[in-house]
């Protein structure tokens, strides 16, 4: 099969890393990839992942026969519906149904329509009604932008002033334009958060391996949000009776909803959830696999990926098994000076050749570029260097063992990712 990923950060690479192990696959493109993508798959000149028409064109001429979109941006803009009028298979959900992750409004009502246990919230188009709900509510709060704003869209606010500040931002100075047209707003829920990614045919689904992520920059989830600054899987807090009331109480009924609403769901779903007392909550939906979850993930699938995919597009999932390795992952990001905000970026990365030869490492390329055999940093997430251990705290030793080697200026990286997870094993 020839394939064409498209995305450039290290979930991506994890997946053509995957698809790479796959007996299936012929030939690998992927649009835009970075340095260490483009040593296993082919990246072509000058195709931009915002131009679908482009991207139309270039499946056309190299026969592409499945297109896998890694981020939200071009499933919540159409990508699939776009291509699929020209007969070109993608895996990932229609411009609808990405819409549990391209507005938030979209999301809350068809997980109350799906009776899904999520915060309570009401929604506002202007600032002033949004601000009297806010005063007569009361901190603690938290306001969610509607639509796609990379990440920076919600804000937890503990005081009154956090929030009118925010409200500001959005209605007034309308920081985010029209993603920010509408406002969320909902209860503060306490708990530990974790991640449950599935694949599903939109009637089928099958679970990946638990995982947690590290949203925050600094050790101890202090600091400001990022994209995510490590991760490990398994996660222990997601014990199987919760597994089971995740699926049941959510992953099933918003399934089902869509698909009797005329949208049956295709692709990788992600449920962000905060666990409170033993029972999970929706935070959020994403329409695609977690990034750095999916490093973390990936490297523990057993089995073929491709052929995994290829039978959930042929609505035969049903009939695979996902297996996983027993041993744990985790993946530590090292990122820029200056990220999760205006970061630094042309820096030689130095020592990736020494942890090659590492047993159970891999490094994952996110913001990296390569000119000739050497390597510059070109992102805020520069690396996500993962390593798979009999257990957890082997994951985590092997992982910083193989940080500890890589150099480049001004990288940094949290010292605790997986910590959090000692007190459940
Ligand atoms: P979201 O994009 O909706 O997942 O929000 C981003 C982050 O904000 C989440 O990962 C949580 O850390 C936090 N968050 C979102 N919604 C809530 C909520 N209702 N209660 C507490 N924290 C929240
Ligand atoms: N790691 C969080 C996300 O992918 O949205």
């Known amino acids: 099969m020839r394939v064409l990923v498209l995305g450039g950060g290290g979930r991506e690479h994890a997946l053509c890393y995957l698809l790479t192990q796959s007996p299936l696959l012929t030939k690998l493109y992927c649009i835009p990839g970075n340095g260490g993508i483009s040593e296993i798959a082919t990246i072509p000149e000058g195709i931009s992942i915002k131009d679908f028409e482009s991207i139309k064109q270039f499946c056309i001429k190299e026969k592409i026969d499945l297109v896998i979109p890694g981020p939200e941006e071009p499933l919540v803009k159409g990508i699939r519906d776009h291509l699929e009028k020209e007969g070109i298979v993608v895996f990932g959900p229609e411009a609808f149904e990405a819409n549990l992750e391209g507005s938030k409004v979209f999301a809350k009502s068809i997980m109350e329509r799906a009776g899904v246990p999520t915060a309570s919230y009401k929604v506002f188009d202007n600032y002033e009604e949004a601000l009297s709900y806010v005063i007569k509510t009361g ?11 990379a990440g920076k869209g919600v804000s937890v606010c503990k005081t009154l002033d956090e929030a009118q500040d925010f409200l500001k931002k959005i209605f007034i100075e309308k920081i985010f334009g029209e993603a920010g047209s509408r406002v969320v707003i909902e209860e503060m829920l306490e708990g530990e958060e974790a991640s449950y990614i599935v694949i599903t045919d939109g009637e089928t689904f099958k679970a990946f391996p638990t995982s947690q992520d590290h949203k925050r920059l600094l050790d101890d989830d202090e600091g400001p949000n990022t994209g995510g600054m490590g991760a490990y899987s398994p996660a222990p807090l997601i014990t199987e009776d919760l597994k089971a009331k995740i699926e049941e109480k959510i992953i099933l009924p918003i399934l089902r909803t869509l698909k009797e609403e005329g949208h049956p769901y295709r692709g990788f779903l992600y449920a962000g959830l905060m666990i409170h007392n033993g029972e999970p909550y929706v935070l959020e939906f994403n329409c695609r696999l977690g990034d750095p979850e999916a490093q973390a993930i990936l490297v523990r699938m057993e089995g073929d990926f491709l052929d995994l995919i290829v039978n959930t597009i042929e609505g035969k999932l049903a009939s695979c098994e996902l297996k996983e390795r027993k041993e744990a992952a985790t993946c530590v990001v090292m990122a820029s000076k200056g990220y999760p905000f205006t970061y630094e970026k042309g820096k030689e990365i130095t020592g990736l050749e020494k ?3 590492l047993k159970d490492v891999i490094v994952f390329h996110a913001g990296t570029k390569k000119e000739k055999d050497r390597y510059f940093t070109s992102g805020g997430r520069v690396l996500g260097v993962t390593a798979v251990g009999e257990d957890l705290p082997t994951s985590i030793k092997r992982a910083y063992e193989a940080v500890s080697l890589i150099h480049f200026e001004g990288a940094h990286f949290r ?11």
């Open 355 to 357: 942890v090659k030869n």
């Open 139 to 149: 901190p603690p709060l938290v306001i969610k932008a509607d639509g796609l704003c």
């Open 415 to 425: 010292k605790d990712i997986g910590k959090k997870a000692y007190k459940y094993l």
